[in-house]
């Protein structure tokens, strides 16, 4: 999971000794976001169900949502969409619920996602949430990322841009960025999707985000790759291996070692 690096620094943020951290429900909480952090999955799942069952009616269907998430992380798919299901019978006007449902049918290639992605993008709307319908957007684009739907995933995409620029959400705006970066390169624009990926590489390393950085110098590879300029892409493909490693991005190291190894 390329969060990992991202979560290093948050760490750092979260109380962790017995003369920092609070008691009772707070503790619990702040205990199962360390787990998640330090990636003990299966001891964040023991917290959020705790306290999934011990905080208020009205902030349970947010704690499903956490728990959903790290059944995730952990690779428990069935059960996350468990959890996200009871988020959405709790509380159906919890927008992150039914987009977190529509990303993993999206991923089964179940056709049930179209209907959670447009729950999602209508509660987001009702809720005037920008950053919210954005992340639809990608996450659409996102999955239709494969041949016979690049235009639809093209289509998403610029839209997720356009709209993460307009409340200057710098991370969806690179984010959606380096997607269509790739979908340039797999519409055969090897040179103009290796100019997207290189423009949002330096916006995500002035930006901090490295696991961003990391995945955008991979898809520079690709494109260099692409056009036979076979020393840069090693280059990039270097570069991309030892962010990840530094970061731990599991995801983007196995993908820059894949590329090394062609």
């Known amino acids: 999971d390329d969060s990992a690096g991202a979560s290093q620094e948050m760490l750092a943020a979260v109380p962790t000794s017995s003369g920092e951290a609070p008691r009772g429900i707070a503790g619990l909480h702040v205990d199962a976001i360390h787990r998640t952090l330090v990636r003990d999955f299966a ?28 059944h995730e992380k952990n690779q428990e798919i069935p ?4 959890a996200y299901r ?15 449902t529509a990303i993993l049918l999206g991923r089964l290639r179940q ?17 005037s949430n920008t950053e919210g319908q954005a992340e639809v957007l990608y996450q659409r684009g996102y999955l239709a990322s494969r041949p016979g ?19 200057s959400s710098e991370q969806q705006e690179i984010a959606s960025a380096l997607q269509l970066s ?43 790759f692409g056009k036979h300029d076979y020393d840069r892409a090693e280059t990039s493909f270097q570069e991309a291996l030892q962010l ?18 062609n």
């Open 244 to 261: 990840s490693q530094r970061w731990q991005m599991r995801r983007s190291e196995a993908r820059a070692l894949f590329w090394l190894a």
């Open 86 to 100: 009871e988020a959405i019978r709790r509380d159906s006007e919890n927008a992150a619920a039914p987009l977190h």
């Open 43 to 70: 001891g964040a799942i023991r917290s959020y169900t705790e306290l999934s069952r011990r905080i208020p009616d009205a902030e349970k269907a947010a704690a499903f949502v956490d728990l959903g998430r790290v």
């Open 111 to 127: 056709p049930e996602e179209a209907t959670e992605f447009a729950k999602a993008e209508s509660l987001y709307q009702a809720l």
């Open 182 to 224: 790739l979908i340039t390169y797999m519409e055969g624009d090897a040179p103009r999707a290796e100019a997207v990926a290189s423009q949002a590489v330096e916006k995500a390393r002035r930006a901090g985000m490295n696991y961003l950085a990391a995945r955008g110098l991979a898809d520079l590879g690709a494109s260099q």
């Open 149 to 167: 739907r690049l235009v639809e995933a093209r289509q998403q995409l610029e839209k997720a841009n356009e709209l993460a620029r307009t409340i």
């Open 79 to 82: 059960k996350a969409l468990e």
